[in-house]
């Protein structure tokens, strides 16, 4: 029933912008927590940034000041502003959206496994 589909990735030189979006059907971002993680042949999936429904975000250390997560509420959709983009950042990025809420006061969770729901994947190059 819930379906994430991902879009916006491509390739860009290092310094450029993109913004991919991730639409959701069948989901309410409601209490819950979405989220964006990249991946790379060979290595293990990684949090780049993370929002609860009430705003609060967490962000990886390698993104912190250059990428934005939101979330539109009219669109169902999710959002991941990536400026100043550099090499390293080329992956496969993935959407994804929590089955249960965030009660705590702590930040949301960057680990993949806190996350039920995935997209299909968009991927992102960027070339120096």
């Known amino acids: 029933q819930v379906q994430l589909v991902e879009s916006g990735g491509g390739s860009v030189q290092a310094g450029g912008s993109l913004r991919l979006s991730c639409a959701t059907s069948?989901?309410?971002?409601?209490?819950?927590?979405m989220g964006w993680f990249r991946q790379v042949p060979g290595a293990e999936r990684e949090g780049v940034a993370t929002?609860?429904?009430?705003?609060?975000?967490r962000y990886a250390d390698f993104v912190k000041g250059r990428f934005t997560v939101t979330h539109d509420n009219a669109k169902n959709t999710l959002y991941l502003q990536m400026d100043s983009l550099k090499p390293e950042d080329t992956a496969m990025y993935y959407c994804?959206?929590?089955?249960?809420?965030?009660?705590?006061?702590?930040?949301?969770?960057?680990?993949?496994?806190?996350?039920?729901?995935w997209g299909q994947g968009t991927q992102v190059t960027v070339s120096s």
């Open positions: 929002i609860i429904s009430d705003g609060r975000t």
């Open positions: 069948g989901y309410t971002f409601r209490y819950t927590y």
């Open positions: 994804a959206a929590a089955s249960q809420g965030w009660w705590w006061s702590q930040p949301p969770p960057l680990g993949p496994a806190d996350f039920f729901y």
